[in-house]
T-cell receptor, first 113, second 111 residues
Framework: GESVGLHLPTLSVQEGDNSIINCAYS??????FIWYKQESGKGPQFIID?????DKRQGQRVTVLLNKTVKHLSLQIAATQPGDSAVYFCAESRMEYGNKLVFGAGTILRVKS | NAGVTQTPKFQVLKTGQSMTLQCAQD?????MSWYRQDPGMGLRLIHYSVGAGITDQGEVPNGYNVSRSTTEDFPLRLLSAAPSQTSVYFC??????????FGDGTRLSIL
């Protein structure tokens, strides 16, 4: 989920298990949502996106679920691997505003081998 | 295809100095943006541009200027650096119907 200040929430999972990272977004008018992965010293890397007319979208090993009623977004990673260790950010935008992204604070995912 | 290229990767400034952070993309994207990332926080939008000659303010524009004279380049200027501007700066670009692609950042320290 979201956090304030320096203390990001951390999710620790065993290699091979499934991971679920949650995000509460703020603007009920947002209609486009993205998950990014950020490794140390790198810029955010696109994982998967979803538009508000959908409630689920699947990619390779990843699934994003959108619940507009409670303004909640989740990222599911199947068979988590050590290379999945990173900080994960959700971001929201309203398409009509030029896709300006509003980011959550992030969640640290640690994968134990 | 280099994507989004940011220079320099690291920079240390003294309070009051000026500096330009460079950002270039080779994907012919119309939309470009600058974000800053502070410890334990998500990225916050500074300025953005929807095309050459057009710029607008984001969430935290104070202390920063931008210009967009070409499609490829979107420099960010700090006119008089302050310690509060110590951060990691990310540039991003996007094409129509695509997600934003980010560079690897410029780590800026202001003493």
């Amino acid at each position: 989920g979201e956090s304030v200040g320096l203390h990001l929430p951390t999710l620790s999972v065993q290699e091979g298990d499934n991971s679920i990272i949650n995000c509460a977004y703020s603007n009920s008018a947002s209609d486009y949502f993205i998950w990014y992965k950020q490794e140390s010293g790198k810029g955010p890397q696109f994982i998967i996106d979803i538009r508000s007319n959908m409630d689920k979208r699947q990619g390779q090993r990843v699934t994003v679920l959108l619940n507009k009623t409670v303004k909640h977004l989740s990222l599911q990673i199947a068979a988590t691997q050590p290379g999945d260790s990173a900080v994960y950010f959700c971001a929201e935008s309203r398409m009509e505003y030029g896709n300006k992204l509003v980011f959550g604070a992030g969640t640290i995912l640690r994968v134990k081998s | 295809n280099a994507g989004v290229t940011q220079t320099p990767k690291f920079q240390v400034l003294k309070t009051g100095q000026s500096m330009t952070l460079q950002c270039a993309q080779d994907m012919n994207h119309e939309y470009m943006s600058w974000y800053r990332q502070d410890p334990g926080m998500g990225l916050r939008l500074i300025h953005y541009s929807v095309g050459a000659g057009i710029t607008d303010q984001g969430e935290v524009p104070n202390g920063y200027n931008v210009s967009r004279s070409t499609t490829e380049d979107f420099p960010l200027r700090l006119l008089s650096a302050a310690p509060s501007q110590t951060s990691v700066y990310f540039c991003a670009s996007k094409g129509r119907g695509q997600p934003q692609h980010f560079g690897d950042g410029t780590r800026l320290s202001i003493l």
